[in-house]
């Protein structure tokens, strides 16, 4: 039995004094309005309402049931009005999980915009370049990249981060510019280790031709300020996303190498734990975000500040 219905149909029938009054209200056969009731009284051990042709009326007992179940009938619809509220309106709080080049340099100040447009809202930001489980941290929306896998998910497109192959003025005078791929393997190779895990970069001419080149180097990193510090330092050469390099390239302390050549980039989604019935808060600030990655993003969000 549905206890909560059998409760809010019972306060009904002795609102209204008739069964079929109160199973036309809320959509049920009279019969089935008839059991619920009984059934509450089988369980409670007691008769609640008389029942006669003029109609029902709450017995003693019913009565003090009644008065008690009228107030939690009256929580549950507050309480309905404020979920339904909260899944229709930009407020509350919103928990966003990110990596953490992405969030440092790109979404932070995007966020900020955000809660200045919607002040009603409280954001939890999450820096985490390992993998989230988003039910099990509470997290309402991700910022992912790469291509995702089949999943429960829900997920929406926001665009494409390009990658680049950097190196510093005073590095390539002393080692030389790089001009196919393959002259890559007599360079010092700075290594993002999360990505670039079997230091192999991949290439492509734009023809179809692709190569995957071996590197090596001295140093390798998951963190994507660390390359960028090393290339800027004569270290070697980095391959690094466009955002993360784009104020060093506008400031020449990096140059870009392999002009015919380009890495391949990565798709960047929002997910979130259902596709189904997602908050409006979710939607609004995925759909913001849509906005807000036009097709070359970087060169207005992006940035080389300090981890």
Partial sequence: MDRLLGVKLFVRVVDLGSFSKAAAEMGVGQPSATKLVAQLEKQLGSR?????????????????????????????????TVAALLQSQVQGGLRISTSVAFGRRV?????????????RLQIDLVFEDRYVNLVEQGIDVAIRMGRLADSTLGARYLGLNPW??????????????????????????????????DARWHFSNGTGVAHAVPVAGPLRSNNLSALLAAAR?????????????????????????????????????????????????????????????????????GGDQAP
């Fill in 164 to 197: 680049v192959l950097v190196a510093s003025p005073a590095y390539l005078a002393q080692h030389g510019m790089p001009a196919t791929p393959e002259d890559l393997a007599r360079h010092d190779a700075l290594i993002y280790s999360t990505v670039q895990g």
């Fill in 48 to 80: 609640l309402l008389h029942r006669s042709t003029r109609g029902v009326s709450p017995t003693e007992i019913g009565r003090l049931y009644y008065d008690k179940c009228k107030l939690i009938t009256h929580h549950v619809e507050e309480a309905e």
């Fill in 107 to 119: 979404l932070v100040p995007l966020v900020m915009r955000f809660m200045r447009e919607n002040p």
């Fill in 233 to 301: 330092g004569g270290m070697g050469i980095a391959a690094l996303p466009t955002y993360v390099a784009h104020s060093s390239l506008e400031g020449c302390a990096v140059v870009p190498l392999l002009p015919g050549w380009t890495l391949p980039p990565q798709e960047i989604h929002a997910v979130y734990p259902s596709p189904r019935m997602v908050p409006a808060k979710v939607v609004s600030f995925i759909e913001w975000l849509q906005q807000q990655m036009g097709e070359r993003w970087w060169e207005v969000q």
